[in-house]
Nanobody
């Protein structure tokens, strides 16, 4: 299984970016997909995620600005980021979990840099 993230880049404050993460390989039903980010020198943190059958969950600082969506047919998860702020600058990673015989399998994308200039 591989995750390919794309869509990062440089944008000015108030701008928008759309991140996409495509999963390929032998994947049964996906139980969880999410986006995380890591600021320099800090731990990776959750940005937004979707658990199968439940509504999306967002970190407080991105609520109302970011929207996560999942395309089950294409095994992709997207993150629409609007009204970007300099503090959103980080490396963004997608995450996927599926279960095989109740055993969870977790995968990470390679990370994509988002830079918001002030």
């Amino acid at each position: 299984v591989q995750l390919q993230a794309s869509g990062g880049g440089l944008v000015q404050t108030g701008g928008s970016l759309r991140l996409s993460c495509a999963a390929s390989g032998s994947i049964p039903v996906i139980n969880y997909m999410g986006w995380y980010r890591q600021h320099p020198g800090k731990d990776r943190e959750l940005v937004a995620d979707i658990i199968s059958g439940r509504s999306a969950n967002y970190e407080d600082s991105v609520k109302g600005r970011f929207t996560i969506s999942k395309d089950n047919a294409k095994n992709t998860v997207n993150l629409q980021m609007n009204n970007l702020k300099p503090e959103d600058t980080a490396v963004y990673y997608c995450n996927l979990i599926f279960k095989v015989n109740e055993t969870p399998h977790e995968y990470w994308g390679q990370g994509t840099q988002v830079t918001v200039s002030s």
